[in-house]
């Protein structure tokens, strides 16, 4: 296993993060503490779950099925950097969403307890505090100019979900802080007025991005670059489009394509496959790899429904992709040009 720092910190963390949406879902409980032990030995010491994972068994039902997992012991809760979630909605009511301080602190205490552990080692905001990321949430981009839109990220609401933060880790329940789907603008704004109470601020963002969705290279890599904040990628293969299993019509829980979308991108798809076999590898392990090559990747997060995708996965860290392949791959996944502005203006 490969390791690095963990954004600005001193934090090491293993290059391939496990993702547990799967446990408990579609993954059955035993099997998935086969897989947590296996991840350990393999060297994975990062682990990645939300509160709101779980249905449609209920929200909670992954932390409660990791906390199950470290109560066995013998040093399990030591040996991992423990990841989770907050602000999707967690019940019926208004006050259980979002980023108040009320529900921050609510919230982490509930995950903990679902845990069964007394810190969160990095606590994440699943997304930008969009009215209250409730049902109604999109609503707000739907008008020209919203007020409650404006209010979503002024200093004072900012002021807010520091202050809450700040007492989370001073008391010892919360070691770092992350984000999860920010715009690069968030980041900024967020850390600007961190950096202002002289606290650490976002040290990691989970964003969608692969070689089929890289739209994260305009604005939110540069930042992350410029903040010295660390890339976690979700959906490293595109809901199995990047894995080869689109074939089948049927690549995973998230991930199925009907046959309009699997005709949209079959010459893409087709292209890669003959690649990824020229180079004698799987596709969905040239993925992780060419995500693995970026420097502002801290670790893919892989979320494993199979102990022999888990076992698959670590093929990624040795495959080394040169300057021509990585060409290659942008002639048949091609980005947005690169950066903004440049990406589309001089």
Known sequence: MQYTQLGRTGLTVSRLCLGTMNFGVDTSPPISFNMMDQALKLGINFF??????????????????IGRWLAQGGGRRSQIVLATKLCNPMGPSPLDRGLSARHIRLACDASLRR??????????????????????ATRLFDVRYNASLHQVDHGAHWDEIWQAMEQLVTVGKVLYVGSSNFAGWHLAHADALAEKRRF?????????????????????????????????????????????????????????FGAEVLEQYRPQTEAYANLCAE?????????????????????????????????????????ELTPEILAQLDEIWPGPGGPAPEAYAW
């Open 48 to 65: 990645d779950t939300a509160d709101v994972y779980g249905n449609p068994l209920g929200h909670g039902k992954t932390e409660e099925l």
């Open 200 to 256: 650490l601020g976002i040290i990691s963002e989970q964003t969608k991005y692969n070689l089929a969705t890289r739209t994260a290279e305009l604005e939110v890599i540069p930042a992350c670059e410029a903040l010295g904040i660390g890339l976690i990628p979700w959906s490293p293969l595109g809901g199995g489009l990047l894995s080869g299993v689109q074939t089948n019509g049927n690549s995973g829980r998230r991930g199925r």
């Open 115 to 136: 845990l069964g552990t007394d810190y969160i080692d990095l606590y994440q905001m699943h997304h930008i505090d969009r009215g209250h990321c409730g049902p109604t």
């Open 279 to 319: 180079l004698g590898e799987r596709p969905a392990d040239v993925a992780l790899a060419w995500l693995l090559a970026n420097p502002v990747v801290t670790a893919p997060i892989i979320g494993p429904r199979t102990m022999d995708q888990l076992n698959h996965s670590v093929r990624a860290l040795d495959i």
